[in-house]
């Protein structure tokens, strides 16, 4: 699963633009012995039934090794910072910048909008500051999880130790906000789904890079932006909506409406392409300028 990371980040593209970060772009990718499309929505941050349409699959017939799909990962993120960690809520991304730069970044696992009309387990929007690391953690289950457990008439855990079993895999970094840390998971395909109790699940092969990079005291920020607009500096204009998971938003459109004012480019766009791009809410920046070829 190694190299298919190391793909997604040599095929990354840093534009440089006045109000966003875009990263990612057309790739192709090569179905790796395991896949299913679950995990590779989970690799690349792209929407399962935005790769079964872009490739004509069916999605109930099993992948093949060596099969090669193309996909579209171009993603804005919501902010830029000197130095920290930006979580991108709605978008189900992580970004960290580091001197001014974007260093590393990658799909997410977040929390469940609802679970039985309750929805005490989103993730929250915030600043936050990584407060400790732990390799090799143990899970102390917090008591709302032990009440769902009961709920739902599983056995009631009040403490995992390390090992496969343990849902903060090897490596997690705590954050200032109660309950909610930056973890390895032991369900990949969970990844760039909203399916946690509020942590920040990441690909195995995604974390131990993070963890040894994000130093304790690093600032972040949770956001909560499912739309997102960037200007290049060739005067390209990239619009991104994601599905509104938490359901904020009432009519993205006078969202999008009010970024483009703020970045003074009304005129510079094609709003037949906008109504489209805020119909679909894809989840990928795509290029909404009025003459894009120009």
């Known amino acids: 699963m190694k190299s298919a990371v190391v793909i997604c980040f040599l095929l990354s593209i840093h534009f440089p633009v006045y109000a966003a970060v875009i990263t ?50 171009r993603k804005i993120a919501p902010q830029t910072v000197e130095n920290g960690i930006i979580v991108d809520i709605p978008g189900r991304m992580i970004y960290y910048f580091k001197q001014g730069k974007l260093k590393i970044f990658f799909p997410v696992g977040l929390g469940m909008p609802k679970w039985q009309a309750l929805t005490r387990w989103r993730t929250p929007a915030g600043t936050f500051a990584v407060t400790g690391k732990e390799r ?36 997690v970094l705590y954050t200032s906000i109660r309950g909610i840390a930056i973890h390895e998971t032991i369900w990949p395909s969970t990844v760039f789904q909203f399916r946690s109790h509020g942590c920040i699940r990441v690909l195995p092969e995604n974390i131990e890079q993070f963890y040894d990079e994000i130093e304790i005291g690093t600032p972040g920020e949770l956001v909560y932006k499912p739309v997102k607009v960037a200007v290049t500096e060739e005067g390209k204009v990239f619009l991104q909506v994601d599905p509104d998971a938490y359901g904020k938003i009432r009519k993205p459109l006078n969202e ?33 300028t009025l003459f894009p070829g120009h």
């Open 24 to 73: 990612g772009g057309e790739t192709v990718y090569r179905v790796a012995e395991g896949d299913s499309l679950l995990l590779i929505s989970a690799k690349f941050g792209v929407d399962m039934g935005l790769i079964t349409r872009k490739n004509n699959l069916n999605p109930a017939k099993p992948l093949h090794p060596g099969q090669e799909l193309r996909l579209d990962t």
């Open 136 to 171: 090799n953690p143990t899970w102390y289950v917090p008591e709302s999880i032990q009440w769902q457990m009961q709920v739902q008439g599983k056995p009631v855990l009040k403490k995992v130790h390390p090992g496969p079993d343990n849902p903060l895999g090897r490596f």
């Open 256 to 288: 999008v409406i009010d970024r483009i004012n703020d970045l003074h480019v009304d005129a510079e766009v094609d709003w037949d392409k906008i109504r489209r791009v805020v119909r679909e809410q894809s989840g990928i920046a795509e290029d909404v």
